[in-house]
Nanobody
Framework: QVQLVESGGGLVQAGGSLRLSCAAS????????RGWFRQAPGKEREFVAA????????YYGDSVKGRFSISRDNAQNTVYLQMNSLKPEDTAVYYC?????????????????WGQGTQVTVSS
């Protein structure tokens, strides 16, 4: 049974940093693209970042470019999201996801497996 477990969320002041992790179990996802999405209360789920299976290419949502960085460790079956210069508008539940497809990384419809999410709260 495939399971994605996010960790690393919490409360941080504006300007601070957090590092999210998403550990996968039940299947090796070394060749699969992996992504991060977030959803704030009353808002639609938003694309944050994605990384290809090889880790050679990354994609970012406009609102996080230059502040967030996605990386992966295929040996650990884990993907990370380093979040710097956090803003109150980054407050959301952050979800990691996995897709077997080689395109459409910014769309949540592309992803097959999802974690339960981790809360990130940025205070002003």
């Amino acid at each position: 049974q495939v399971q994605l477990v996010e960790s690393g969320g919490g409360l941080v002041q504006a300007g601070g940093s957090l590092r999210l992790s998403c550990a996968a179990s039940g299947r090796a996802f070394g060749s699969y693209a992996r992504g991060w999405f977030r959803q704030a209360p009353g808002k639609e789920r938003e694309f944050v970042a994605a990384i290809t299976g090889s880790g050679g290419t990354s994609y970012y949502g406009d609102s996080v470019k230059g502040r967030f960085s996605i990386s992966r460790d295929n040996a650990q079956n884990t993907v990370y999201l380093q979040m710097n210069s956090l803003k109150p508008e980054d407050t959301a539940v952050y979800y990691c996801a996995v897709t077997p497809l080689g395109y459409g990384f910014t769309s949540d419809q592309t992803y097959r497996y999802w974690g339960q999410g981790t809360q990130v709260t940025v205070s002003s």
